[in-house]
């Protein structure tokens, strides 16, 4: 693809008749993580590198004159799903990471690094946030996580992304098909197609009834609903979702019904996944702060 080149495989002659202020860096960044028994476990980076290349795409047809430069893609994050399989890092180490990266990429010139992610970890998400804050307080940085946003919109049922994507709740990656379900498999059917096993045999798998940890965040949440304060009730919902899900030993490792994924959900995804980020990215170039404010950032005190 013309202006698109793979950053570890340039010589320093070559590097070196880069112009670092109109240029933009792309890096994948997810976990290894189990999605159930149809789909790998760098499901998450397959599909966060099908999103690079659709940046890229994009991004060429409204910047020719930007080289973009695709920096190996990163198996780690945070909050991976907590069984054999998984990997997970702790925040401060994916944090300090991308800090890093963003300092070194900063002293050679650059101004954006774009994180092609995939994952809903809360303080995955949040160490990123804290990263892209940090990089532009320190260096007048734009590192961009644009599925932060994204995220946000899948998981609050936005009405303007759900009648961008045309998809509904259930089968948009929100609570309910939160991992490796009807979003993620035809993601994966949309980008790696082979990689993806007997999955109209796999049964649909819901969320459990709260109870314990998982109930009380449920019932504060509904009571900040009553107090006006709807995004944190959100929030408490979405994590107590998450805590009902992950603690409970019974339930499948994946959520939501695969059996009704297909390619043509994952391309419209996928679609809207583009628009998103590119309207962020050209925010950024335009000047504006790359600040994408994850679900549970109140929570961030926490992260580690």
Not at 121 to 137: D, F, L, N, T, Y
Not at 232 to 238: M, P, T
């Amino acid at each position: 693809m013309t202006g698109v080149r793979k950053y570890a495989d340039l010589t320093c002659t070559e590097f070196n008749k880069i112009n670092t202020h109109k240029a933009i860096c792309l890096m994948t960044v997810s976990p290894l993580e189990v999605h159930g028994p149809h789909l790998p476990l760098g499901t998450d980076v397959y599909i966060g590198e099908k999103l690079q290349q659709e940046y890229c795409k994009a991004l060429l047809q409204r910047y020719p004159d930007f080289e973009l430069l695709l920096l190996p893609p990163l198996f780690a994050g945070c909050d991976s799903l907590p069984v054999k399989g998984s990997i997970t890092i702790r925040a401060k180490t994916l944090e300090s990471f991308l800090l890093d990266m963003a300092g070194q990429l900063s002293k050679m010139g650059f101004k954006y690094l774009v994180i092609c992610d995939n994952h809903g970890g809360p303080s995955h998400q949040i160490a990123m946030e804290v990263a892209s804050r940090k990089a532009w307080h320190c260096y007048n940085f734009y590192l961009i996580n644009p599925f932060n946003v994204i995220y946000r919109m899948m998981v609050r049922h936005d009405k303007k992304f759900l009648q961008m994507i045309n998809l509904a709740s259930g089968n948009c990656g929100d609570d309910a098909d939160a991992h490796a379900g009807t979003n993620e498999t035809s993601l994966m059917l949309a980008t790696n197609p082979e990689l993806v096993r007997d999955y109209l045999n796999v049964s649909s798998s819901f969320l459990a009834r709260k109870k314990g940890l998982s109930a009380a965040v449920g019932w504060l949440g509904k009571i900040f609903n009553k107090m006006g304060l709807v995004n944190i009730s959100a929030d408490l919902e979405h994590l107590a979702n998450l805590v009902n899900w992950t603690r409970d030993a019974k339930n499948q490792p994946y959520l939501g019904s695969p059996s009704k994924a297909n390619a043509d959900d994952g391309e419209r995804m996928t679609k809207g996944h583009v628009s998103i980020a590119v309207d962020l990215i050209e925010k950024s170039i335009s000047g504006q702060r790359p600040f994408t404010k994850p679900m549970l950032w109140w929570l961030r005190l926490f992260r580690r």
